[in-house]
């Protein structure tokens, strides 16, 4: 085993990561970047494009773009986190094109277009800038569990090292888990790497949960693909298999009649027929990477109708996750901070978010105050302190199992358990409390399962772990939906359609063994319902 010495550890890749990683180093800290993939190509941002909440700093666009998404979320977010979002993003964007020289077109005016990224292009650029700012990248490395000292503060992670066959550890002064969301599988693009692996360490340490019902996002694809571009939907018209128009779909508010129709076992169609033609022109020069299919198949999608499916994204384009408790993104252990998907964005988007936009600014912005936050409490630690100290490993289900070894639980067993309770849009999506108590009692059943039996070494530990972790997201998923006797926001219950107003605040949820969910003891604080 390897055993490594740093001040900071970030665990992930992407976007969230690499920004974690890059202001942790200008503060002067020792950094190591541990992916599971390779940094700068894993993750859903370097496989397409995205847009950025990128907003001048005047008084009425900052008004507009706060106030624009407060009712979707259901008025769960805080307008102080969105001023301090988009005065980070739009400092770390400019940045981003002048040290970064990333290559932002301009408008027919002369003036830099600056509120999308070509995903591909921007992380190769945030892998160059993390490495000639010092940070050691350790890729094809997936952690497996955070390390912690008696005192209970974490204090580094172990992992296994998929090129070279063999298990490390990293001791560190503090650790950021910019991890992603968890898709559970789903076949979205760029989520192979996203199984909620953050949010299963923060849980073994003692951190919480923060919006884990707003999880049940889809996202509309051409059947047998894996592109999720769904604002592009909002120009499309959905059709039967017979050519009759159906009624009531839609890529926003409608996407329930899609799933109701695909779950009789019909086909459904689309067609982008409702863009003109500078429309159309604007979308290839955004998402190129939309269209590589339709090309590929000879499908014109302007002209040409063609099968749709929705396809599961959970928390990546979900908000729920590690619950924040300061502005430097800490989670309330002593030295673990989280970022980007990994961490709730209730704080600017409460229970709604779509792809990229706020996504992207979230990733950008919390990713550079948690590793700015991870640098200075690693420096209020005193050198030499990650050597001096003593730790041990925190993990649990999938590493270290508590009933008979000779009968092991196969993670594929574990996978295919929590796909069949979460990817059906009849549990997930059309959400109603007879069955998400239902498929909680099959979660609980095979989760004290696979924490008996699972178990595994070297590559096997990874997947073990992933299955692990998958099936507690859906656990904190479900009892977090079935706190909410509400519709609000993405969390739509058929049972409950109404808002709420007394369910005005956010749930809590956390544990392992035997998970839990409530109200927070805050309000939201955005606009009152």
Not at 163 to 192: H, I, K, P
Not at 397 to 410: E, K
Not at 421 to 442: F, I, Q
Request: hydrophobic residues 40%; aromatic residues 6%; glycine residues 14%.
């Amino acid at each position: 085993m390897s055993d490594l010495l740093t001040d900071v550890l970030v665990v992930g890749g992407g976007p969230a990561a690499t920004w974690a990683a890059l202001k942790a180093a200008e503060d002067g800290a020792r950094v190591v970047l541990a992916d599971k993939g390779w940094c700068g190509t894993s993750g859903a941002t370097a496989a397409g494009g995205t847009g950025v909440w990128y907003v001048p700093p005047e008084p009425a666009a900052r008004e507009a773009a706060m106030a624009s998404r407060e009712g979707l979320g259901g008025y769960l977010a805080d307008r102080r986190w969105m001023a301090r979002v988009l005065d980070e993003t739009y400092d770390r964007i400019n940045e981003l094109a002048v040290e970064g020289r990333y290559p932002f077109p301009t408008g027919p005016d002369g003036q830099p277009l600056r509120g999308g990224l070509q995903g591909p292009e921007y992380m190769r650029r945030m892998r160059v800038r993390v490495r000639r700012a010092g940070v050691r990248i350790l890729d094809h490395s997936p952690v497996t569990e955070l390390l912690n000292d008696r005192d209970g503060a974490v204090a580094g992670a172990a992992g296994h090292r998929r090129q070279a066959g063999e298990d490390y550890r990293v001791r560190a002064g503090a650790v950021v888990l910019a991890t992603g969301g968890c898709a559970f599988f789903s076949g979205a693009l760029g989520t192979n790497t996203n199984t909620g692996d953050g949010a299963l360490f923060a849980a073994e340490v003692g951190a919480q949960m923060s919006g884990m019902e707003f999880s049940n996002a889809y996202g509309i694809a051409p059947e047998g693909t894996s592109v999720t571009k769904t604002a592009f939907y909002s120009f499309a018209t959905f059709y039967r298999e017979d050519g009759e128009a159906l009624e009531g779909a839609a890529s926003q508010g409608g996407r329930s009649v899609i799933a109701r129709e695909l779950l009789t076992g019909a086909r459904v169609f689309a067609r982008l027929d409702r863009a003109d033609e500078h429309a159309r022109a604007a979308m290839r020069r955004a998402q190129p990477n939309f269209f590589l299919t339709f090309d590929r198949l000879g499908i014109d999608p302007f002209t040409d109708r063609f099968a749709v499916t929705l396809l599961a994204e959970g928390t990546v384009r979900g908000t729920g996750g590690i619950r924040i408790t300061g502005d430097d993104c800490a989670t309330g252990v002593p030295g673990l901070y989280a970022a980007g998907d990994a961490a709730t964005r209730e704080e600017i988007c409460g229970g709604f978010t779509g792809g990229g936009s706020h996504n992207a600014a979230w990733a950008i912005s919390s990713g550079s105050w948690a590793g700015r936050g991870a640098a200075r409490h690693a420096r209020s630690l005193g050198s030499g302190s990650a050597a001096a100290r003593r730790v041990g490993g925190a993990g649990g289900a999938g590493l270290r199992p508590t009933g008979n070894a000779a009968a092991p639980l196969d993670h594929r067993e574990a996978v295919e358990l929590v796909q069949g309770e979460v990817l059906p849009y009849d549990k997930n999506y059309l959400r109603h409390g007879e069955g998400l108590s239902e498929a909680l009692r099959s979660l609980d059943a095979g989760w004290a399962q696979l924490r008996a039996r699972l178990h595994g070494e070297g590559a096997g530990l990874v997947k073990a772990r992933q299955a692990a972790a998958m099936v507690a997201h859906a656990r904190w998923m479900y009892a977090s939906a079935l706190a909410r006797t509400e519709s609000r926001g993405m969390a739509r219950r058929l049972d409950h359609p109404e808002q709420d107003p007394a369910q005005h605040h956010r749930i809590l949820a956390g544990g392992l063994d035997r998970v839990w969910a409530g109200p927070a003891a805050g309000r939201g604080t955005g606009v009152a319902v």
